[in-house]
Protein backbone atom coordinates (compact mmCIF):
# COMPACT_ATOMS: atom_id res chain seq x y z
CA UNK A 1 0.00 0.00 0.00
CA UNK A 2 1.16 3.83 -0.82
CA UNK A 3 1.65 6.23 2.24
CA UNK A 4 0.21 9.35 -0.15
CA UNK A 5 -1.95 9.07 -3.32
CA UNK A 6 -1.93 11.84 -4.98
CA UNK A 7 -4.58 12.90 -7.95
CA UNK A 8 -3.89 15.51 -10.73
CA UNK A 9 -7.10 16.42 -12.58
CA UNK A 10 -6.43 17.43 -16.14
CA UNK A 11 -8.66 19.04 -18.61
CA UNK A 12 -6.18 20.08 -21.61
CA UNK A 13 -3.29 20.95 -19.32
CA UNK A 14 -0.50 20.11 -22.10
CA UNK A 15 1.42 23.76 -21.42
CA UNK A 16 1.72 23.01 -17.81
CA UNK A 17 0.69 19.67 -16.53
CA UNK A 18 4.71 18.10 -17.22
CA UNK A 19 6.03 20.62 -14.73
CA UNK A 20 3.30 19.63 -11.64
CA UNK A 21 4.10 15.60 -11.86
CA UNK A 22 7.92 16.82 -12.46
CA UNK A 23 7.15 18.48 -8.61
CA UNK A 24 5.77 15.21 -7.57
CA UNK A 25 7.91 12.26 -8.76
CA UNK A 26 10.76 12.85 -6.01
CA UNK A 27 8.54 11.49 -3.57
CA UNK A 28 9.09 8.12 -4.95
CA UNK A 29 7.91 4.63 -4.18
CA UNK A 30 6.14 6.11 -1.07
CA UNK A 31 3.46 8.55 -3.67
CA UNK A 32 0.78 7.40 -6.24
CA UNK A 33 0.34 9.90 -9.13
CA UNK A 34 -2.85 9.56 -10.38
CA UNK A 35 -3.52 11.55 -13.46
CA UNK A 36 -6.99 12.02 -14.20
CA UNK A 37 -7.44 13.13 -17.87
CA UNK A 38 -10.71 14.66 -17.82
CA UNK A 39 -11.84 13.87 -21.69
CA UNK A 40 -9.29 16.60 -22.65
CA UNK A 41 -9.40 16.38 -27.20
CA UNK A 42 -7.58 19.98 -27.75
CA UNK A 43 -3.93 19.08 -26.86
CA UNK A 44 -1.04 16.08 -25.74
CA UNK A 45 -2.82 16.03 -22.40
CA UNK A 46 -3.91 12.11 -22.79
CA UNK A 47 -0.45 11.13 -24.63
CA UNK A 48 1.45 12.73 -21.99
CA UNK A 49 -0.26 11.19 -18.91
CA UNK A 50 0.76 8.00 -21.02
CA UNK A 51 4.13 8.44 -21.65
CA UNK A 52 4.75 9.02 -17.65
CA UNK A 53 2.76 5.99 -16.80
CA UNK A 54 4.65 4.21 -18.82
CA UNK A 55 7.93 6.04 -17.54
CA UNK A 56 7.56 5.25 -14.20
CA UNK A 57 4.93 2.28 -14.16
CA UNK A 58 5.15 1.67 -10.00
CA UNK A 59 4.53 5.31 -9.48
CA UNK A 60 2.18 6.94 -12.14
CA UNK A 61 -1.03 5.93 -12.76
CA UNK A 62 -2.90 7.27 -16.57
CA UNK A 63 -6.61 7.35 -16.20
CA UNK A 64 -9.24 8.71 -18.76
CA UNK A 65 -12.53 9.30 -18.46
CA UNK A 66 -15.37 11.33 -20.46
CA UNK A 67 -15.37 15.03 -19.06
CA UNK A 68 -17.00 15.25 -16.21
CA UNK A 69 -15.29 18.65 -14.66
CA UNK A 70 -12.87 19.05 -11.77
CA UNK A 71 -15.18 17.17 -9.21
CA UNK A 72 -15.46 14.03 -11.21
CA UNK A 73 -11.92 13.89 -11.83
CA UNK A 74 -11.32 14.37 -8.04
CA UNK A 75 -13.95 11.78 -7.57
CA UNK A 76 -12.26 9.21 -9.53
CA UNK A 77 -9.06 10.01 -8.22
CA UNK A 78 -10.61 9.11 -4.34
CA UNK A 79 -11.87 5.58 -6.03
CA UNK A 80 -8.73 4.85 -7.79
CA UNK A 81 -6.52 5.34 -4.76
CA UNK A 82 -4.80 3.05 -2.92
CA UNK A 83 -2.76 5.38 -0.66
CA UNK A 84 -3.57 6.06 3.19
CA UNK A 85 -3.37 9.65 2.80
CA UNK A 86 -4.68 11.73 0.03
CA UNK A 87 -4.29 14.94 -2.19
CA UNK A 88 -4.92 16.69 -4.58
CA UNK A 89 -2.86 18.84 -6.90
CA UNK A 90 -4.57 21.08 -9.74
CA UNK A 91 -2.40 20.54 -13.15
CA UNK A 92 -1.18 24.02 -13.30
CA UNK A 93 0.35 23.91 -9.65
CA UNK A 94 3.18 22.51 -8.36
CA UNK A 95 4.84 21.83 -4.75
CA UNK A 96 7.79 23.00 -3.24
CA UNK A 97 10.67 19.50 -3.06
CA UNK A 98 11.77 19.97 0.62
CA UNK A 99 8.76 20.40 2.61
CA UNK A 100 7.02 17.62 0.15
CA UNK A 101 10.33 15.13 2.07
CA UNK A 102 9.38 17.08 4.84
CA UNK A 103 5.16 16.08 4.25
CA UNK A 104 6.16 12.51 3.57
CA UNK A 105 8.60 11.83 6.49
CA UNK A 106 5.99 13.48 9.15
CA UNK A 107 3.15 10.56 7.40
CA UNK A 108 5.29 7.79 7.78
CA UNK A 109 6.39 8.46 11.45
CA UNK A 110 2.44 9.33 12.96
CA UNK A 111 0.90 6.16 10.51
CA UNK A 112 3.74 4.05 12.76
CA UNK A 113 2.21 5.91 15.71
CA UNK A 114 -0.71 4.82 18.03
CA UNK A 115 -3.03 7.36 17.18
CA UNK A 116 -4.86 7.38 13.40
CA UNK A 117 -3.95 11.02 11.64
CA UNK A 118 -7.00 12.85 9.73
CA UNK A 119 -5.77 15.44 8.74
CA UNK A 120 -2.67 17.07 7.86
CA UNK A 121 -2.46 20.58 7.09
CA UNK A 122 0.23 22.62 5.46
CA UNK A 123 0.70 25.79 4.09
CA UNK A 124 0.42 26.96 0.29
CA UNK A 125 1.74 30.08 -1.13
CA UNK A 126 0.38 32.34 -3.75
CA UNK A 127 2.49 32.10 -6.98
CA UNK A 128 0.82 35.28 -8.60
CA UNK A 129 2.04 36.32 -12.54
CA UNK A 130 4.25 39.23 -12.38
CA UNK A 131 4.72 39.08 -8.53
CA UNK A 132 7.88 39.10 -6.68
CA UNK A 133 6.33 39.53 -3.14
CA UNK A 134 4.76 35.59 -2.81
CA UNK A 135 1.92 35.63 -0.42
CA UNK A 136 1.99 32.59 2.19
CA UNK A 137 -0.79 31.02 3.65
CA UNK A 138 0.32 30.35 7.01
CA UNK A 139 -1.75 28.47 10.42
CA UNK A 140 0.72 29.32 12.74
CA UNK A 141 -1.42 31.83 14.84
CA UNK A 142 -4.70 28.84 15.34
CA UNK A 143 -3.07 25.70 15.11
CA UNK A 144 -0.28 23.88 17.22
CA UNK A 145 2.24 22.65 15.40
CA UNK A 146 4.40 20.07 15.02
CA UNK A 147 2.14 17.45 17.01
CA UNK A 148 -1.44 15.46 16.86
CA UNK A 149 -4.20 18.24 18.14
CA UNK A 150 -8.12 17.94 17.84
CA UNK A 151 -10.65 21.00 17.20
CA UNK A 152 -10.34 21.70 21.15
CA UNK A 153 -6.88 22.98 20.69
CA UNK A 154 -7.63 25.20 17.55
CA UNK A 155 -7.92 29.07 18.05
CA UNK A 156 -10.00 31.47 16.47
CA UNK A 157 -9.41 31.76 12.93
CA UNK A 158 -9.29 35.55 11.46
CA UNK A 159 -11.58 36.33 8.36
CA UNK A 160 -9.50 35.83 5.05
CA UNK A 161 -7.53 32.85 7.01
CA UNK A 162 -9.51 29.32 5.69
CA UNK A 163 -8.06 25.60 5.30
CA UNK A 164 -8.49 25.27 1.69
CA UNK A 165 -8.29 22.29 -0.68
CA UNK A 166 -4.63 23.52 -1.52
CA UNK A 167 -3.71 22.80 2.28
CA UNK A 168 -5.28 19.42 2.93
CA UNK A 169 -4.07 15.43 3.00
CA UNK A 170 -7.06 13.68 4.30
CA UNK A 171 -7.31 10.35 5.12
CA UNK A 172 -8.23 8.26 1.99
CA UNK A 173 -10.92 6.07 3.92
CA UNK A 174 -12.63 9.04 5.82
CA UNK A 175 -13.17 10.72 2.45
CA UNK A 176 -14.78 7.39 1.62
CA UNK A 177 -16.60 7.06 4.77
CA UNK A 178 -18.16 10.40 4.77
CA UNK A 179 -19.34 9.64 1.36
CA UNK A 180 -17.60 12.82 -0.38
CA UNK A 181 -19.30 12.86 -3.56
CA UNK A 182 -18.52 16.18 -5.74
CA UNK A 183 -20.86 17.30 -8.51
CA UNK A 184 -20.10 16.63 -12.38
CA UNK A 185 -19.48 19.85 -14.45
CA UNK A 186 -19.22 22.22 -11.55
CA UNK A 187 -16.53 24.84 -10.93
CA UNK A 188 -15.31 25.70 -7.09
CA UNK A 189 -16.17 21.99 -5.74
CA UNK A 190 -12.76 22.24 -4.53
CA UNK A 191 -14.71 24.07 -0.99
CA UNK A 192 -16.96 21.15 -0.92
CA UNK A 193 -13.76 18.56 -0.64
CA UNK A 194 -12.76 20.43 2.10
CA UNK A 195 -15.79 21.47 3.74
CA UNK A 196 -18.05 18.25 3.79
CA UNK A 197 -15.28 16.05 5.41
CA UNK A 198 -14.76 18.30 8.42
CA UNK A 199 -17.26 16.74 11.18
CA UNK A 200 -15.16 13.59 11.48
CA UNK A 201 -11.62 14.67 11.71
CA UNK A 202 -10.93 14.05 14.90
CA UNK A 203 -6.92 14.12 15.14
CA UNK A 204 -5.04 16.85 12.71
CA UNK A 205 -1.18 17.71 12.34
CA UNK A 206 0.08 21.11 10.96
CA UNK A 207 3.33 21.32 9.45
CA UNK A 208 4.83 25.04 8.73
CA UNK A 209 5.86 24.50 5.85
CA UNK A 210 5.13 26.40 2.07
CA UNK A 211 4.63 23.14 0.42
CA UNK A 212 1.74 23.94 -2.22
CA UNK A 213 2.82 26.51 -5.13
CA UNK A 214 -0.84 28.03 -5.99
CA UNK A 215 -0.26 29.74 -9.74
CA UNK A 216 -2.77 32.26 -10.24
CA UNK A 217 -2.62 34.96 -13.18
CA UNK A 218 -4.24 33.17 -16.49
CA UNK A 219 -7.19 34.73 -17.33
CA UNK A 220 -8.84 31.73 -17.71
CA UNK A 221 -8.33 30.59 -14.59
CA UNK A 222 -11.51 29.97 -12.62
CA UNK A 223 -10.56 32.20 -10.10
CA UNK A 224 -10.37 35.67 -12.29
CA UNK A 225 -13.46 37.70 -11.68
CA UNK A 226 -14.91 37.77 -14.98
CA UNK A 227 -14.81 34.16 -15.30
CA UNK A 228 -16.61 33.72 -11.73
CA UNK A 229 -18.99 36.20 -12.62
CA UNK A 230 -19.64 34.38 -15.70
CA UNK A 231 -20.36 30.97 -13.55
CA UNK A 232 -22.13 32.57 -10.75
CA UNK A 233 -24.84 29.88 -10.68
CA UNK A 234 -22.21 26.88 -10.58
CA UNK A 235 -20.61 29.25 -7.22
CA UNK A 236 -24.44 29.52 -6.24
CA UNK A 237 -24.79 26.04 -6.37
CA UNK A 238 -21.68 24.79 -4.22
CA UNK A 239 -22.94 27.76 -1.83
CA UNK A 240 -26.08 25.42 -1.50
CA UNK A 241 -24.52 22.15 -1.41
CA UNK A 242 -22.49 23.45 1.49
CA UNK A 243 -25.72 24.33 3.42
CA UNK A 244 -27.59 20.92 2.38
CA UNK A 245 -24.81 18.74 3.26
CA UNK A 246 -23.65 19.36 6.65
CA UNK A 247 -26.10 20.52 9.48
CA UNK A 248 -23.91 22.91 11.81
CA UNK A 249 -26.58 23.36 14.05
CA UNK A 250 -26.35 19.19 14.59
CA UNK A 251 -21.65 19.75 15.12
CA UNK A 252 -20.99 18.94 18.99
CA UNK A 253 -17.81 20.89 18.99
CA UNK A 254 -18.12 24.59 19.39
CA UNK A 255 -14.66 25.14 17.77
CA UNK A 256 -15.55 23.01 14.60
CA UNK A 257 -19.01 24.59 14.41
CA UNK A 258 -17.66 28.25 14.35
CA UNK A 259 -14.72 27.35 11.98
CA UNK A 260 -17.41 25.99 9.48
CA UNK A 261 -19.64 28.69 10.25
CA UNK A 262 -17.13 31.20 9.33
CA UNK A 263 -16.21 29.30 6.20
CA UNK A 264 -19.84 29.21 5.06
CA UNK A 265 -19.97 32.40 5.96
CA UNK A 266 -17.36 33.66 3.51
CA UNK A 267 -18.59 32.05 0.98
CA UNK A 268 -21.92 33.50 1.14
CA UNK A 269 -20.46 36.82 0.95
CA UNK A 270 -18.58 35.35 -1.95
CA UNK A 271 -21.59 34.71 -3.70
CA UNK A 272 -23.31 37.86 -2.88
CA UNK A 273 -20.10 40.03 -3.87
CA UNK A 274 -20.06 38.36 -7.33
CA UNK A 275 -23.85 38.76 -8.15
CA UNK A 276 -23.40 42.79 -6.95
CA UNK A 277 -20.33 43.21 -8.68
CA UNK A 278 -21.95 41.69 -11.99
CA UNK A 279 -24.31 44.58 -11.81
CA UNK A 280 -26.84 43.29 -13.81
CA UNK A 281 -31.06 42.99 -13.10
CA UNK A 282 -30.52 38.96 -13.53
CA UNK A 283 -28.11 39.00 -11.09
CA UNK A 284 -29.29 41.43 -8.22
CA UNK A 285 -32.15 38.81 -8.31
CA UNK A 286 -30.17 36.27 -7.95
CA UNK A 287 -29.34 37.22 -5.08
CA UNK A 288 -32.34 37.93 -3.50
CA UNK A 289 -33.45 34.53 -4.26
CA UNK A 290 -30.07 33.28 -2.53
CA UNK A 291 -30.81 34.96 0.43
CA UNK A 292 -35.21 34.03 0.46
CA UNK A 293 -33.47 30.33 -0.24
CA UNK A 294 -31.63 30.59 2.84
CA UNK A 295 -34.63 32.01 4.91
CA UNK A 296 -36.65 29.23 3.17
CA UNK A 297 -33.96 26.35 3.83
CA UNK A 298 -33.39 27.22 8.00
CA UNK A 299 -34.34 30.29 9.48
CA UNK A 300 -31.66 29.68 12.44
CA UNK A 301 -28.90 29.83 10.10
CA UNK A 302 -30.15 32.38 7.69
CA UNK A 303 -30.47 34.79 10.51
CA UNK A 304 -26.75 33.98 11.81
CA UNK A 305 -25.40 34.73 8.29
CA UNK A 306 -27.58 37.92 7.79
CA UNK A 307 -26.34 39.16 11.51
CA UNK A 308 -23.33 38.35 11.14
CA UNK A 309 -21.33 41.20 10.18
CA UNK A 310 -19.96 40.07 6.31
CA UNK A 311 -23.96 38.87 6.13
CA UNK A 312 -24.76 43.06 7.23
CA UNK A 313 -22.71 44.57 4.92
CA UNK A 314 -23.80 41.96 1.82
CA UNK A 315 -27.53 43.24 2.13
CA UNK A 316 -27.40 47.27 3.01
CA UNK A 317 -30.72 48.56 0.78
CA UNK A 318 -29.84 50.56 -2.52
CA UNK A 319 -26.90 51.80 -4.45
CA UNK A 320 -25.10 53.32 -1.53
CA UNK A 321 -25.49 49.84 0.40
CA UNK A 322 -24.26 47.87 -2.79
CA UNK A 323 -21.00 49.98 -2.91
CA UNK A 324 -20.17 49.39 1.15
CA UNK A 325 -20.67 45.81 0.31
CA UNK A 326 -17.93 45.64 -2.26
CA UNK A 327 -15.44 47.07 -0.03
CA UNK A 328 -16.06 43.72 1.83
CA UNK A 329 -14.91 41.89 -1.80
CA UNK A 330 -11.23 42.46 -0.11
CA UNK A 331 -11.75 39.96 2.35
CA UNK A 332 -13.20 37.34 -0.28
CA UNK A 333 -10.21 38.25 -2.42
CA UNK A 334 -8.37 36.65 0.27
CA UNK A 335 -10.23 33.83 0.00
CA UNK A 336 -9.79 32.42 -3.35
CA UNK A 337 -7.47 35.00 -4.61
CA UNK A 338 -8.86 36.75 -7.28
CA UNK A 339 -6.73 37.66 -10.12
Known amino acids: MKLLSIAIPCYNSEAYME ?30 ADSYA ?7 KAIHQENGGHGE ?23 DEASYMKILETLRSLVAGPETLDLLISN ?13 MKYDSVLPKNRMFTWNDTKRFH ?20 GLKLPKHTFYVDNLFVYVPLPYV ?11 RYFIGRDDQSVNEKVMISRIDQQIRVNKLMVETVDLYKLENKHLRKYMFNYLEIITVVSTIMLIRSGTEENLQKKKELWSYLKGYDIRLFHKLRNGIMGRTMNLPGKGGRKISVAAYKISQKVVGFN
Not at 159 to 178: A, E, P
Open 202 to 212: KNMYYLDVNFY
Open 19 to 48: HCIESLLPGGEDVEIIIVDDGSTKDRTAEI
Open 124 to 136: YVYEKEGQKHKKV
Open 73 to 95: AVNTGIKNATGLYFKVVDSDDWV
Open 54 to 60: EKYPTIV
Open 159 to 178: KGQYILMHSVIYRTQLLRDC
